[in-house]
Nanobody
Framework: QVQLVESGGGSVQAGGSLRLSCVAS????????MGWFRQAPGKERELVAV????????NHADSVKGRFTISRDNAKNTVFLQMNSLKPEDTAVYYC?????????????????WGRGTQVTVSA
């Protein structure tokens, strides 16, 4: 079992950039596929990006494709979300999640381990 802690959120103007980090406890981080999700006020939590346990494959939601990039550094037990060209509609609490396995996991129900989230606010 791992524990996840997100950081790097903040307030930026539209067009700006942020890099989110999610640090995992334990020595088995490389066994987990990871996902980033977000939840805006009044909306359901939605998928942002996913990455396989060794970082060999990724996928990104259409709404962020070309602007956001998920990556990981297993030596540092960390997954990142680089967010560029931010838009006001990106405003949300961003969560990382972990799922043991060898492939990508897209559904929230597939993840049992979640961080507490970090707030991202993008102003026009």
């Amino acid at each position: 079992q791992v524990q996840l802690v997100e950081s790097g959120g903040g307030s930026v103007q539209a067009g700006g950039s942020l890099r989110l980090s999610c640090v995992a406890s334990g020595r088995t981080f490389s066994n987990y596929g990871m996902g980033w999700f977000r939840q805006a006020p009044g909306k359901e939590r939605e998928l942002v990006a996913v990455i396989s346990r060794l970082g060999s494959t990724t996928n990104h939601a259409d709404s962020v494709k070309g602007r956001f990039t998920i990556s990981r550094d297993n030596a540092k037990n960390t997954v990142f979300l680089q967010m560029n060209s931010l838009k006001p509609e990106d405003t949300a609490v961003y969560y990382c999640a972990a799922r043991p396995g060898d492939t990508l996991y897209y559904a929230q129900r597939q993840y049992a381990i979640w961080g507490r989230g970090t707030q991202v606010t993008v102003s026009a």
